[in-house]
């Protein structure tokens, strides 16, 4: 996409010109010259590529924070920044809370049903009110409490998510679909009061390092012995730089990324000889009173309301779709729904997989999983289920990758890997650790190569201009995939809940780094972006970083319906109970 410039001309250049040409047998010199700054004005100043030919704003401070970060410094247009900050403003209190009973409480917070029925029927909505007060019981004047609200049904494993919607003077409304036959609740959990997401959103934007990492150095020593030390390492990132002042480190900066990384300089080696990474401590910036605000009776904690029981009557209405799964559709919300335990895409039309249907699928794939712990699930998934498939000894650490599975009856090829630091993984070889752009750059592509990357979790711990950075590099090398050879299936896997509600693991960070993937990958064409945010936050099972084998086998169905979608059949989906079973009423 171009968009006009609004930056200066090149004017003083053309000056020069006419400077040059005054001599006429230098005329059509001139007139070439002439041309060439009008397309040099052309290029630079009349048009530019918006995401990757971005002009130089100027410096926006962060807050809270000595350093200056720029959208140029991210990789981005100036344009973008403005749109990214708007998807991910989130109200916070317009005062420093310093006094508990201020905050919100999740035993004073209430939600009601508006309009109650005595019955509805599959395919309307229910519209629920929320109500934050204080420890006082007073109305709550301004918002942003994190609340999670779904509908469910325990006996049917059924269950649908609702967006929460903030009117910004302590009240709150969900407008929750009735998708399938038989009862139904409501449940509304408070996950962060509004002076909670103040701190989240303090911490996240200065420079304070939350998590720290480890740098192994090894090397010869005297006698034929061998030195090892083991360092502080970090990211570096901002225009002070280093979380350790003066000359004390070592930096490795990656060629094509400029991603730079510090590790304290060792005491007897060089740095060249550092060999292995690892998770290090986490710090924890909370005073006391931020801490208190944290408590579990705080946290992610279910509120009163109505408990009435919704009854739900069969419809002649659709719900769901018959279209097939492809790149470039849009995420509704709800994005789909449980019932009996299996997932229901509103996006496109998904199936259950067999094994047999699964290598029927993937034949003659090459996969590339990339990211973090809930991709090598995937590929964990795939090798106990794909009849035949091996994993090939790499001899590397079967939690740490890189991986690698075959099956050769059917041409299959699975590898995973983790993404480069920072990464919160127990030591691994350093060179094992690659930037997820950098590898995308060095695949060939084509109809057999299927790509999936997800980048989340271990990136809450860092400023999200840098978050902002990584994810332009990853846009960068997607894009020049696709150029080189469109029919590559590349898919983002969506960040899910965690079972951490704190200040290091906070599902609201990753619900801010999922909005920024959305938002810098909305306009890309050929990219899937598999939504499992509202799969894990609704389901009944407690929430976990790594998301139950239920709920991966959901996700893999969804890959794998985005993969070969020729492999499954259309289905309407319309539902209707018979003797207490679920039965299709129409099926092509």
Known sequence: MVMPSKKKSNAPVCRLCSLICRPYALLQACFLWTLFCLALWTLTDGIHIKIFQPTRPEPVPCNNSSSIISAFDMGISDEEWERLQKA???????????????????????????????????????????????????LKRYGGDFFKAKLFNAELKASVYGEVLDHHNG??????????????QVSVRLEHSSEVVQILKKYRDSSFPRSHYNGYFEGPGLNKTKIHEVVECNLKWGADGSWRKGDCCCEYKDIKTGTVWQCE????????????????????????????????????????????????????ALIGT?????????????????????????????????????????????????????????????????????RMDLHTPPANGPLMAVELKNNII????????????????????HYISNDIDEIAGGPHAVIVFTFFAHLVFHPITFYVYEVAKIRQSVVALLRRAPE????????????????????????QLDTVMREMFRDIDGVIFLDVWQMTSCHYLREHIHPRPVIISNEINMFLSHVSPSCGLFKLILFHKENGKLNWLSEG
Not at 103 to 109: F, I, L, W, Y
Not at 285 to 293: D, G, R
Not at 414 to 431: A, C, D, E, N, Y
């Open 171 to 184: 009240t709150y409304s969900v407008a929750l679909l009735l998708p399938w036959e038989g009862q139904a």
């Open 488 to 511: 590559t299936t590349i898919i983002i896997k969506s960040g899910n809940t965690a079972g951490l509600k704190n200040i290091f693991q906070s599902d609201w960070h990753v619900l």
């Open 414 to 433: 699975v590898h995973w890997r983790p993404h480069g630091v920072p990464v919160r993984f127990s030591k691994m070889p350093i060179t094992d650790l």
């Open 265 to 316: 300089r060792p005491k007897e080696l060089s740095c060249d000889q550092l060999v292995h990474h690892s998770y290090g401590h986490l710090e924890d910036p909370l005073n006391l009173f931020e801490q208190q605000l944290f408590t579990k009776n705080l946290t992610n904690v279910a509120i009163r309301g109505d408990k009435k029981v919704i009854t739900v009557l069969r419809s002649t």
């Open 88 to 138: 991910i403003d989130w109200p916070i209190p317009d005062q420093e809370i310093i006094n508990l009973n201020q905050s919100t409480s999740p035993v004073h917070s209430t939600f009601s049903i508006v309009g109650f029925k005595e019955s509805y029927k599959v395919g309307e909505k229910i519209s629920v009110i929320i109500t934050a007060r204080d420890h006082n019981k007073n």
């Open 322 to 390: 018959m279209e097939k799964c492809r790149s470039g559709m849009k995420t509704p919300v709800p994005a789909g729904f449980y019932l009996y335990d299996v997932w229901k895409s509103f996006v496109c039309n998904t199936r259950q997989f067999s094994p047999a249907q699964m290598a029927n699928c993937l034949k003659n794939k090459t996969v590339y999983l990339m990211g973090d712990s809930t991709t090598r699930q995937w590929f964990e998934y795939l090798e106990r289920n794909v009849p035949g498939i091996k």
